[in-house]
């Protein structure tokens, strides 16, 4: 946040959806954002909640007035000091104007001096883009909560994060699409939205990106944890699954990095 001193189906067709039919967004909805960012704050021990209060008070409606979209907050539950959030744009001119916008803006000169000591780390930041047309996180419909609402939102989100040694081709993709994003369905998880590096350069320094490092990501939510085991122990079952990873590491280099998300209060991604 302070400007910085740091996704068993038919094969892969053209314009091929990785999503399932409840998470397309149809011709009625908005048009789903080009440009995300996956934003990981390592933050000073017990401060998430102050940066939580802060940033539901004054970031979301604050940033969005600016042309960007606040999608999703979540405390780590693997990290008591980490907050994670993500954010879109339409596209990569868009996000320019937007970032200029916010942080050049009132609300964040307004608000700087009480988030930026909460952080140890703000640099953590995948920029990504949808991995094929309509693999974008659907637009929410539904309306936020106002900005005094506290504690936690329903259900769990996960992000899972595979490490690519090359950026994401169509074999990759095909992979992915045809064997494990059905298998995860079957266990309970359709996908929400699938995202690969966007690799353009960073036109808002003040704040770096990774956007040099090829990754994929997907997206999933559940009722709670207890649906969350569930779905992992099916897929720890599942020799098809097993089968499946192995084969990941013709792409990767490295275990699947998950993030257990919990949303906030006003997060409008949630279980």
Do not use: C
């Amino acid at each position: 946040m302070p400007i910085s001193h740091r996704h068993l189906a038919a094969g892969l067709l053209a314009g091929a959806s990785l999503l399932t039919a409840g998470s397309v967004a149809n011709a009625r909805d908005p048009k789903p954002d080009a440009v995300l960012e996956l934003r990981q704050y390592t933050l000073h021990p017990g401060k998430r909640d102050t940066l939580i209060d802060i940033f539901e008070r004054n970031f979301v409606e604050g940033q969005e007035a600016q042309g960007m979209t606040i999608v999703g907050q979540f405390r780590d539950l693997d990290s008591p000091d980490r907050f994670v959030w993500l954010r879109t744009f339409p596209d990569m001119a868009a996000r320019a104007r937007a970032l200029n916008g916010f942080y050049f803006g009132p609300v964040w000169q307004a608000n700087r001096n009480g988030a930026n000591p909460t952080m140890v780390d703000s640099d953590n930041v995948l920029l990504l883009k949808p991995a094929l047309p309509r693999s974008a996180l659907a637009p929410s419909r539904e309306a936020r909560p106002e900005p005094t609402a506290k504690g936690s939102g329903p259900g769990l989100v996960v992000a899972q994060i595979v490490y690519l040694r090359t950026a994401a081709d169509p074999a990759f993709l095909a992979f992915f699409d045809n064997e494990l994003r059905p298998l995860l369905a079957a266990a309970g998880a359709p996908v929400l939205g699938a995202y690969v590096t966007e690799t353009a350069a960073n036109n808002f320094p003040q704040i770096p990106v990774r956007n040099t490092e090829p990754v994929f990501v997907w997206f999933m939510s559940f009722p709670d944890g207890t649906a969350y085991e569930r779905h992992r122990m099916a897929l720890r079952q599942s020799q098809t699954w097993r089968a499946a990873t192995g084969r990941l590491s013709l792409w990767s280099y490295q275990p699947i990095e998950t993030l257990r998300l919990q949303p906030t209060a006003r997060s409008r991604l949630h279980g």
